[in-house]
């Protein structure tokens, strides 16, 4: 499951926020809330409302309500942008671009972030998210990237060899 590192997320935001408010936002919309490339730029300011954030999955994925995330830390921080471009926007588009244009943004600020090639896609934000809050317990990931089956959500518990060995190795010393 190609996924950023923490490191790797906050080098993109940083570079996104540098160029454009609004390419950090979806961004960092995209990896809060685990939402598809398509989820992101079909977003109607109505979707915003009392600080949550509603989105119709798609691919026959659940209906999710969120609350939007405020954060100390303006790199990480999305409620009061979303909710002041929502109020504007109105039923109009959050961020009124086609995938394909996303998909260009995406790889012009990871390729400058330093980001390898292979995870400078939109989709990688969705990965992002579910590799984080997998660690919050399979149910709550599961719910929170709007998953219908378990099964999909079992997608984001594997692992590499290096990352099983050295899990193994630290449940053996525990063990032993």
Not at 29 to 51: A, N, P, Y
Not at 84 to 109: C, N, T
Not at 136 to 160: F, M, N, P, W
């Amino acid at each position: 499951m190609k996924h950023l590192t923490r490191d790797e997320l906050r080098a993109l935001l940083t570079v996104a926020k540098a160029h454009s408010e609004r390419d950090h936002l979806m961004i960092l919309t995209g990896f809060w809330h685990g939402l598809r490339c398509s989820e992101i730029v079909k977003m109607r300011g109505t979707q915003i409302q009392d600080g949550h954030m509603t989105v119709q999955r798609l691919k026959g994925s659940l209906k999710t309500t969120q609350p939007l995330v405020s954060n100390a830390d303006p790199l990480l921080d999305e409620k009061t942008a979303m909710e002041q471009r929502a109020e504007y926007v109105g039923d109009g588009l959050m961020f009124p671009i086609s995938r394909s244009q996303f998909w260009r943004v995406i790889r012009k600020h990871a390729a400058e972030a330093g980001i390898a090639a292979h995870k400078r896609r939109p989709h990688v934000l969705k990965h992002t998210c579910g590799m984080m809050s997998i660690k919050a317990g399979i149910e709550h990931a599961r719910q929170y990237l709007g998953h219908k089956s378990i099964a999909s959500t079992g997608a984001y518990l594997c692992v590499d060899d290096d990352a099983a060995s050295k899990a193994v190795a630290t449940a053996a010393v525990a063990f032993l």
